[in-house]
């Protein structure tokens, strides 16, 4: 199965946006067209969600009456970038936030919604999100999500690949528990190669905190362990990026 929009790489698109609610609304309108080619194409459209504050207004968008009909719900699978290591029902749950906004607002199948489970074991966690996400995307040598939200970090992290942990050296697994330091705690993370092979790939990016990093991420000299947000180049795959980035955050751009 051919991920849709493939072999259209073009460069990374920047778009700057008024505010947060001009972001969630184009990147619901993104969602909606690649939903349409996806299932259009292969009967099927594969999503990882993005955690964080940000996407949050994606999602209520998405589950709004001016928006949740446009989409064919049953054939849509949600995955997910990252996760805490908690309880699907903990504050910090990146699967509640999600749940909350949207998944629960909307007819997706439950056996359509892959979720991470964040409590217990995390490396045990990430051996079995590898393996279902290996059980959809079956026999590829990499996923192929038709579409990946991120977001960045104040920091220039992406899902929870934060600067100078382990999983930025991750070539091989798709999924992977990842130590991060400044919070003394792991995550669970698709790793940088399973996001870069996905069709499309759409940063949501909002904020004055993060006027800093992100000339460095898109513009700077490449440092990948100090902004981990470099590593994301779907391009080299054939696919697309692009940036969804409010006023304040593009500051500096
Ligand atoms: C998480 C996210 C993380 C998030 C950034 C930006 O689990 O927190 O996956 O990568 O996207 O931290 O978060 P905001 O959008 O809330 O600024």
Redesign the pocket.
């Known amino acids: 199965m051919e991920a849709v929009g493939k072999n259209k790489a073009s460069a990374p698109q920047v778009i700057v946006c008024e505010d947060g609610a001009e972001v969630a609304r184009r990147a619901a309108e993104r969602f909606i067209e690649i939903a349409h080619e996806a299932t259009n194409a292969n009967g099927k459209f594969s999503v990882a969600l993005?955690?964080?504050?940000?996407?949050k207004k994606l999602y209520e968008l998405l589950a709004s009456d001016e928006y949740r009909d446009q989409i064919e719900w049953p054939k849509v699978h949600i995955f997910f970038?990252?996760e805490?290591c908690v309880p699907p029902d903990d504050a910090e749950s990146?699967y509640r936030m999600a749940n909350e906004a949207m998944l629960a607002r909307v007819p997706v199948p439950p056996q359509n919604v892959h979720r991470m489970v964040g409590d217990g074991d995390a490396v045990a966690n990430a051996r079995l999100y590898e393996d279902e996400l290996r059980g959809y995307f079956d026999e590829e040598q990499w996923p192929r999500f038709d579409l990946v939200l991120?977001?960045?970090?104040d920091d220039g992290?992406?899902?929870?690949l934060f600067p100078g942990s382990q999983a930025l050296q991750e070539t091989s697994a798709w999924a992977t528990a990842n130590w991060v330091e400044k919070f003394q705690t792991f995550r669970i993370t698709l790793s940088a190669p399973a996001i870069n092979h996905a069709a499309h790939v759409l940063f949501l990016i909002?904020?004055a905190g993060k006027a800093a990093r992100l000339p460095e991420v898109i513009n700077g000299e490449r440092d990948t362990n100090r902004l981990p947000s470099q590593l994301i180049q779907p391009q080299a795959a054939g696919g697309n990026l692009e940036w969804l980035i409010d006023k304040d955050a593009a500051a500096n751009l």
């Open positions: 993005a955690g964080g504050s940000t996407p970038g990252d805490r990146n991120l977001g960045m970090g992290h992406t899902a929870s909002t904020g």
